[in-house]
């Protein structure tokens, strides 16, 4: 199955062409950081420079180690199980090798929901994400997620 999705930002519309999935371990509350990134592009994570890259960045929270849970997420503070605590949305983005963008538009997340539902090794990640400048951001992606080190 081929990766398909995209996402919606100031009324135009942007691709998502790959996903991947970074585990962080176990919080202090015991619930489990699992970080995704969805992109317009393949990237190479370990190069730390990215040019012209779109993308939108979640940091989520589940009840299981090393799983992307079924479920929703919704933003929050604090740590726990089904959880958004960051998140980012670029688009055109030019990243240092410090992980500052330096150019393009960006917001951070200040809310929202993210839903997953998995078959097999499929994931379906739909996502509606707001800034504190009233930035939106609303999407999805079907895929197979790349497991980051």
Known sequence: MSA???FTFNGESY???HAYKEDFGVNENGSFDVDITLTSKPVDFNSG?????TFVYLDLNTSMQN???AGTYTYGLERDEF???DGIVGV???VDNEGNITSGTSFEVTGGTVTVSVESDTYSISFTLTG???ERATGSFTGILTQQD
Do not use: I, K, R, Y
């Not at 420079?49 to 890259?53: A, C, K, S, V, Y």
């Open 4 to 6: 398909n999705g995209s």
């Open 15 to 17: 691709a998502l062409t």
């Open 49 to 53: 420079t990215f040019n012209d890259l």
């Open 67 to 69: 799983v992307l849970e």
């Open 83 to 85: 959880v958004m605590v």
């Open 92 to 94: 055109n983005v030019n």
């Open 132 to 134: 504190n400048d009233n």
